[in-house]
């Protein structure tokens, strides 16, 4: 198994750019998540996906869609790249449920830089 | 506030025990989990624990739940300069999307 994979790993962007960070999993997974990672933010819950045809917000949503047509990908997109959404992003995927101990898989990241 | 919470850095000598922190908020988190990222990497799970339970051991990593008090803390013995990396707290509540809440993560620095 590839496990969750991220592409690219490294982007710039101009402000006001669009593009789609993609993320896929092997696992069979039910859930997965976009996190960003600031210095000294932490992870923070950009959008989940609970399964194929079902997403639905985490803490900073603004300026990010995603869809879930397929159990194996989960697109990000910023429609229009701001300075603020310079980051590191990361996918993760796990089995989900209430019997599930719901272990997080990472992606090894995506890093964007906006001008 | 923040639902977990961990202090941002911490310094040990090599060889020596390693203890980082982290209180969190939610009573009916069902399960607690510390990850590890290393430079550059994603984050990869180190241990979870089970809100049932008090203590878990694994090799050099001792996990301690205190339910009371809403505290986790993970001991690491004969601190290595491996070990090196930022270590996240998370829980999951019982209820809710199960997609576990993090902390910001502690940056262990390990010097000779």
């Known amino acids: 198994n590839a496990g969750v994979t991220q592409t690219p790993k490294f982007q710039v962007l101009k402000t006001g750019q669009s593009m789609t960070l993609q993320c896929a999993q092997d696992?069979?997974?039910?859930?997965m998540s976009w996190y960003r990672q600031d210095p000294g933010m932490g992870l923070r819950l950009i959008h989940y996906?609970?399964?194929?045809?079902?997403?639905d917000q985490g803490e900073v949503p603004n300026g990010y869609n995603v869809s879930r047509s397929t159990t194996e990908d989960f697109p990000l997109r910023l429609l229009s790249a701001a300075p603020s959404q310079t980051s590191v992003y990361f996918c993760?995927?796990?089995?989900?449920?209430?019997?599930?101990?719901?272990?997080?898989?990472f992606g090894p990241g995506t890093r964007l830089t906006v001008l | 506030g923040e639902d977990v919470e961990q202090s941002l850095f911490l310094s040990v000598r090599e060889g020596d025990s390693s203890v980082i922190n982290c209180t969190y908020t939610?009573?009916?988190?069902?399960?607690l989990y510390w990850y590890k990222q290393e430079p550059g990497a994603g984050l990869q799970l180190l241990t979870y624990?089970?809100?049932?339970?008090d203590m878990k051991q694994d090799q050099r990593l001792t996990v301690l739940l205190n339910k009371k008090d809403k505290h986790l803390s993970l001991r690491i013995a004969d601190t290595q300069t491996g070990d090196s990396a930022i270590y996240f707290c998370?829980?999951?509540?019982?209820?809710?999307?199960?997609?576990?809440?993090f902390g910001r993560g502690t940056s262990l620095i390990v010097h000779p």
């Open positions: 624990i089970f809100s049932n339970m």
């Open positions: 993760a995927s796990s089995y989900g449920g209430a019997q599930s101990t719901d272990t997080q898989y």
């Open positions: 996906s609970v399964g194929a045809g079902i997403t």
């Open positions: 939610d009573s009916s988190s069902t399960y």
């Open positions: 696992m069979n997974h039910e859930y």
């Open positions: 998370a829980e999951r509540q019982s209820g809710g999307s199960y997609i576990p809440t």
